[in-house]
């Protein structure tokens, strides 16, 4: 079974430019979610997508990050423009239908520097 | 708000000695809590959960973790380091009302030496 995989593994890009990132959820997780970890500190959530409805979304910083699942595949998530701050590793996760304590699975992240 | 610490951002020790990682929490209610492990350029891999009932949670890669409700903690415990556990290891909660999203800690590095 293939895992959660992401693309790009990294970009660089400058400041006010725009990047989209794509997650592939393994096959069948109706739960996909966004993480990200900044500086070094801990991995804070962004978003939470139940096939193609958003959940939850209430770690998105501002309006410049725009999430998307259209059909309930693949997810994309977009920063437009991009400002330094948003320099991090993005991680993908996913998990089976329902709640409860189904662990989450995680792809290897984006690596995302603004300059 | 709910909060998990990791005091250490680091652990050094011997291949063969017990290795301890420490995480406190602090969220309402009674929490899930999950242990998960990144190795260098990997996505974080699930390593444990605890759920409720016993407290002394068994994972993968012989790892386990004590659930203790009075002081609020949830550590991760291996009773032979190897060198092949050096890695960046994360305690994370999912309160009960907070629907699917896992809040994290800020990660411990541990680096076990031969």
């Known amino acids: 079974e293939a895992g959660v995989t992401q693309f790009p593994s990294h970009s660089v890009i400058e400041k006010g430019q725009t990047v989209t990132l794509r997650c592939d959820p393994i096959s069948g997780h109706d739960n996909l979610y966004w993480y990200r970890r900044v500086m070094g500190k801990e991995i804070k959530f962004l978003l939470h997508f139940v096939k193609e409805s958003k959940q939850d979304e209430s770690g998105m910083p501002n309006n410049r990050f725009l999430a998307e699942r259209t059909g309930g595949t693949y997810s994309t998530l977009k920063v437009q423009p991009a400002e330094l701050e948003d320099s991090g590793v993005y991680f993908c996760a996913s998990s089976q239908a329902g709640g409860g304590a189904r662990e989450q699975f995680f792809g290897p992240g984006t690596r995302l520097t603004v300059l | 708000a709910q909060s998990v610490a990791q005091p250490e951002d680091q652990v050094n020790v011997a291949e063969g000695n017990p290795l301890t990682v420490k995480c406190t929490y602090s969220?309402?209610?009674?929490?899930?809590l999950f242990w998960y492990v990144q190795y260098p350029n990997r996505g974080l891999q699930f390593l444990l959960k605890y759920i409720t009932g016993d407290n002394l949670v068994k994972g993968s890669y012989g790892f386990e973790a004590e659930f203790n409700k009075s002081q609020t903690s949830f550590h991760l415990k291996k009773p032979s380091a190897l060198v092949s556990d050096s890695a960046l290891y994360f305690c994370?909660?999912?309160?009960?009302?907070?629907?699917?999203?896992?809040?994290f800690g800020g990660g411990t590095r541990v680096l076990v030496k031969p």
């Open positions: 994370a909660v999912r309160p009960p009302a907070a629907g699917n999203k896992l809040t």
């Open positions: 969220v309402s209610g009674n929490p899930y």
